[in-house]
């Protein structure tokens, strides 16, 4: 079965860094794409960063110049690099692909940025 499991959350301050990973199990991993979301109390879940399976990548304008979105297909594992973290950046981040059509998600990690 297919399995997203996030790592690397934790508290930090203003201007700190973090790295998520993601290690997914049961895909075609080097031929997937890849996501982070997130999603800050009270609001919507949102795109992150995205990396298609040649290693291109999209970012949302709120992150754009801060984070990094990279793979390892040999390890099957997808990482977000956050650095200048801002307060607003505080939310639950979920590892996420689409898989024969399904989507799937990880259980999330919460990143909480102190002012």
């Known amino acids: 079965q297919v399995q997203l499991v996030e790592s690397g959350g934790g508290l930090v301050q203003a201007g700190g860094s973090l790295r998520l990973s993601c290690a997914a199990s049961?895909?075609?991993?080097?031929?997937?794409?890849m996501n982070w979301y997130r999603q800050a109390p009270g609001k919507q879940r949102d795109l992150v960063a995205r990396?298609?399976?040649?290693?291109?990548?999209l970012y949302s304008d709120s992150v754009k110049g801060r984070f990094t979105i990279s793979r390892d297909n040999a390890k099957n594992t997808v990482y977000l690099q956050m650095n200048g973290l801002k307060p607003e950046d505080t939310a639950v981040y979920y590892c996420?692909?689409?898989?024969?059509?399904?989507?799937?998600w990880g259980k999330g990690t919460l990143v909480t940025v102190s002012p």
């Open positions: 996420n692909t689409v898989y024969r059509g399904i989507d799937y």
């Open positions: 049961g895909i075609t991993f080097s031929l997937n794409v």
């Open positions: 990396i298609f399976s040649g290693g291109s990548t």
